[in-house]
């Protein structure tokens, strides 16, 4: 397995983390940003992991699939350790928030408490592919507006932590939201990431908006055109949850 350290061990980076505000700011705007995960030094090595193959179960090219320009690669069930670890100490904090969603919209809450209970229904009900990717964009390159969603069994929360600095290795960029809201415009919340930061952001409609805010609005996400100023613009993208591709 490869290995590489961490900023900290990721159950007290997260512990640490304000999830009051965090959770607030998914309610509001179904996205929000966290405190720094990974070093400079520890997105780079990450980001290098791109060239070994051996690493990865498969790799897509996007504008073949037109889902925009660039390049992603699944990770194996061999994760990184980084990526493991994290995946780990994320799930409890988001399955808080997941089931407070649930619970607020009158939805069922299938999730158990702990992730490897989690991955083994997913992998019962036929969603056995690993779904953790490390994406790369080249100059010009971007992602298509999507929704994450494959198989029956979804967790409503996801995250992507940025492994270059926007403005030092490269500008654009920038992570789009997209609001769909019945009976009104679309609205859309743009971020830029971090280097070494998390953004968490919805799956799906799944979002507990303010009470007597309506129906719930559908979320779409996509990455904006990029340009390198000395490197090539990376985002490492896990999720807390299983699906087939």
């Avoid at 960029?173 to 070494?196: H, I, K, W, Y």
């Avoid at 908006?209 to 055109?225: C, D, K, N, W």
């Amino acid at each position: 397995m490869t290995t590489a350290t961490i900023a900290g061990p990721p159950r007290q980076l997260l512990a640490a983390a304000d999830w009051p505000a965090i959770s607030a700011d998914l309610d509001a705007g179904g996205c929000a940003v966290t405190l720094r995960l990974l070093t400079p030094a520890q997105c780079r090595d990450l980001a290098g992991l791109y060239d070994r193959p051996e690493l990865f179960r498969s790799t897509v090219d996007m504008a073949r699939h037109r889902f925009g320009s660039g390049q992603y690669r699944y990770f194996t069930h061999d994760l990184p350790e980084p990526v493991r670890a994290l995946r780990e100490a994320f799930y409890p904090h988001l399955l808080t928030i997941a089931r407070s969603w649930a619970a607020r919209l009158g939805r069922p809450a299938p999730w158990p408490d702990t992730l490897e209970e989690w991955l083994d229904m997913c992998h019962r009900a036929g969603q056995v592919k690993s779904s953790q990717i490390l994406l790369r964009y080249q100059a010009g390159d971007w992602n298509a507006l999507h929704r994450d969603l494959f198989g029956d069994l979804v967790f409503p929360l996801q995250v992507v932590i940025g492994l270059d600095e926007q403005g030092a290795e490269y500008t654009g960029g920038e992570f789009l939201l997209v609001e769909q809201r019945p009976r009104a415009q679309s609205r859309g919340t743009c971020t830029v990431l971090p280097q070494g930061h998390g953004l968490i952001f919805t799956t799906a409609s799944a979002r507990c908006a303010a009470p007597g805010a309506g129906p719930r609005p559908r979320y779409v996400t996509a990455s904006a055109p990029s340009a390198p100023a000395a490197a090539t613009p990376w985002a490492w993208s896990f999720t807390t949850r299983n699906r087939s591709v």
